[in-house]
Nanobody, 125 residues
Framework: QVQLVESGGGLVQAGGSLRLSCAAS????????MGWFRQTPGKERQFVAG????????YYADSVKGRFTISRDNVKNTIYLQMNNLKPEDTAVYYC??????????????????WGQGTQVTVSS
């Protein structure tokens, strides 16, 4: 069982930066692939970024490549999403996710098992 708690969302102007954090419970955190997804009202939750258990491999949606960076600290049981050069279209609720199957956190149709409660990111123009 893994519990996930996101933080770091907020309101920022276009071109600004935010860093999201996701703290995970459980002694087996290091065995889980992790990812970030986002959702806007009336739309499906979309893949944003994923990272394997060691942090050695990262994956990004085309819309955020070059602007967002996912990372993890297996000592602190935390993953991060550094978001730079934010755009109004990045406005969404951002969710952290975990699964032992890497394919579920890198944009495949199968969804991760564990989810956080979400954190709102709003980018003003």
């Amino acid at each position: 069982q893994v519990q996930l708690v996101e933080s770091g969302g907020g309101l920022v102007q276009a071109g600004g930066s935010l860093r999201l954090s996701c703290a995970a419970s459980g002694r087996t955190f290091g065995s889980y692939a992790m990812g970030w997804f986002r959702q806007t009202p009336g739309k499906e939750r979309q893949f944003v970024a994923g990272i394997n258990w060691s942090g050695g491999r990262t994956y990004y949606a085309d819309s955020v490549k070059g602007r967002f960076t996912i990372s993890r600290d297996n000592v602190k049981n935390t993953i991060y999403l550094q978001m730079n050069n934010l755009k109004p279209e990045d406005t969404a609720v951002y969710y952290c996710a975990a699964d032992q199957d890497l394919t579920t956190v890198v944009g495949s149709p199968r969804r991760p098992v564990y989810w956080g409660q979400g954190t709102q990111v709003t980018v003003s123009s």
